[in-house]
């Protein structure tokens, strides 16, 4: 996997045409305001299911950027963003373990703007992503999920995900308590 490679363009359900590809260094601003627009939503809807609380200034999109992109060229990182007309909508990471005994071991991570849910780019993230990432050597993929995340955990279930563990109240807003399922997927 290269920095800014393209693997595709496909059509979502209602007949987007969105560019699959691997994220380069020009995408700061993008990813800045994609990141962003995301913690905005998450104070209007706090099942969204993302950790990101507050806005991240550019020097600290910088410096995350840099680091996806450096674990892309070790091949520790398979990212895949999701385009359209020149705009981020979606990303997801796939970050494998870094120790030797657990290199086959990945952790995935998956966000898409609210515009572009339920019409199949989330599926078309993480197909992308585990195809890659199988290709490295990756045989083993986890994730965390609110419990509340319905739509997220139907789309994981899809993708061949099986739940194996809940952590309790393992996510609190406030005097709400969620549960956290971890999930895996064998290669």
Not at 53 to 72: C, H, M, N, Q, Y
Not at 87 to 111: A, E, P, S
């Amino acid at each position: 996997m290269r920095t800014g490679e393209v693997f595709g363009r496909r059509k979502l359900t209602d007949g987007t045409v969105v560019v699959l590809r691997a994220p380069r260094q020009d995408d700061l601003d993008q990813m800045l305001r994609f990141a962003n627009s995301l913690v905005r939503e998450k104070r209007k809807n706090t099942s969204l299911g993302i950790l990101m609380d507050k806005p991240f200034s550019r020097k600290e999109e910088e410096k995350f950027l840099t680091g996806v992109l450096a674990g892309i060229r070790r091949n520790d990182i398979v990212s895949v963003t999701a385009e359209v007309a020149g705009k981020i909508v979606g990303n997801t990471d796939l970050r494998r373990q870094r120790h030797i005994d657990v290199l086959h071991l990945g952790r995935l991570g998956i966000i898409v703007l609210k515009e572009y849910r339920r019409k199949g780019l989330g599926k078309l993230l993480m197909g992308t992503a585990l195809e890659r990432a199988e290709r490295l050597g990756i045989r083993l993929v986890t994730l965390e999920v609110y419990a509340s995340n319905e739509a997220a955990l139907g789309l994981y279930r899809s993708m061949g995900f099986r739940e194996f563990g809940r952590l309790p109240g393992g996510i609190r807003q406030g005097t709400n308590q969620i549960d956290l399922v971890h999930m895996f997927r064998e290669a």
